[in-house]
């Protein structure tokens, strides 16, 4: 499994966007990029993945260069409901559906 | 569907003493999972089951620690004796393969209290 390196925290206001950074530097072709958000007291939940360039949803934003070494988990205009703790998983085919998660990013929206 | 589900929510039992967590994975879906969650070691792969059937079982602490798949919508994980150390919050998740780092579903968790 490919290890991944994040922020442990950060902080941030309402309003504006966030960009949260994840380094994979052994990521292997087959590897997809997936990031979860945990709010306290609850399981973890699917964000948003992706493989390369740039993929978008309701939630987020995941940018990957074309290395693909490292991706970038964008939200904008976060809210105070946007705390929670993000992780970003690396892995696929290779892995056979394990799935590891890493110390996360703790994300802290303030007023 | 109702999603994962977990139970008991919440757990306190003294130390020595057997404690069973149950789940119950999303119908359809062929990977079950269970974690460990504490403060210290964050959120801790114990073992996962593909079509009921243990796949990886490294990550459980002690042979104190057992689980089950006896079919497609039920799991156990049991703790047998329990410790003080073993406190965490325990969640279950289930999964569809598809060949990608794939979405897991989670269940709400059930926190375990040894004392």
């Known amino acids: 499994l490919a290890k991944t390196t994040q922020p442990i925290s950060m902080d941030s206001y309402e309003g504006q966007e966030v960009n949260i950074t994840c380094s994979h530097n052994?990521?292997?072709?087959?590897?997809?990029i997936t990031w979860y958000q945990q709010f306290p007291s609850q399981g973890p939940r699917f964000i948003i993945q992706?493989?390369?360039t740039k993929v978008t949803n309701e939630v987020a934003s995941l940018f990957i260069p074309a290395d693909r070494k490292s991706s970038t988990l964008s939200l904008p205009r976060v809210s105070l409901s946007d705390t929670a703790v993000y992780y970003c998983l690396v892995g696929g085919y290779n892995q056979g559906g394990k799935l590891i998660f890493g110390q996360g990013t703790e994300l802290s929206v303030k007023p | 569907d109702a999603g994962v589900i977990q139970s008991p929510r919440h757990e306190v039992t003294e130390m020595g003493q057997e404690v069973t967590l149950r789940c119950k994975p999303i119908?359809?879906?062929?990977?079950l999972f269970w974690y460990r969650q504490t403060m210290m070691r964050g959120l801790e792969l114990l073992i996962y089951?593909?079509?009921?059937?243990?796949?990886?079982d490294s990550g459980m602490p002690e042979d104190r620690f057992s689980a089950k798949m006896p079919n497609a919508s039920f799991s156990t994980l049991k703790i047998q004796p329990s410790e003080p150390r073993d406190s965490a919050v325990y969640f279950c998740?289930?999964?569809?393969?598809?060949?990608?780092?794939?979405?897991?579903?989670f269940g709400q968790g059930t926190r375990l209290t040894v004392v």
């Open positions: 119908s359809g879906h062929d990977y």
């Open positions: 052994n990521i292997a072709t087959n590897d997809y």
């Open positions: 992706g493989y390369k």
């Open positions: 998740a289930s999964s569809s393969w598809t060949g990608r780092n794939t979405e897991a579903f």
């Open positions: 089951f593909n079509n009921n059937v243990p796949i990886d």
